[in-house]
């Protein structure tokens, strides 16, 4: 029997990918404030592909 452990893939640069969305989502905060919602969007759009690409390069170097 093959035991499967469940956790964090270790692979994945999480804390990176929590830094690219935090400082998004700063960004995001004050574009918004500004009332530039197609901007704030943009640069949501732009964090999400780079976290993206992020899992994807990790996930594939498991």
């Known amino acids: 029997m093959k035991v499967v452990a ?3 893939d270790l692979s994945v640069p999480y ?3 929590y830094t690219i969305l935090f400082n998004a ?3 995001v905060e004050g574009l918004l404030d500004k009332g530039a919602v197609v901007k704030a969007r943009a ?3 732009e964090a ?3 976290t993206e690409a992020l899992y994807i390069e990790g996930d594939a170097g498991a």
Do not use: N
Request: proline letters at 13%.
């Open 43 to 45: 640069v949501l759009m």
């Open 6 to 8: 469940f956790g964090p």
């Open 48 to 50: 999400q592909g780079e």
């Open 15 to 17: 804390p990176k990918m």
């Open 25 to 27: 989502l700063t960004t």
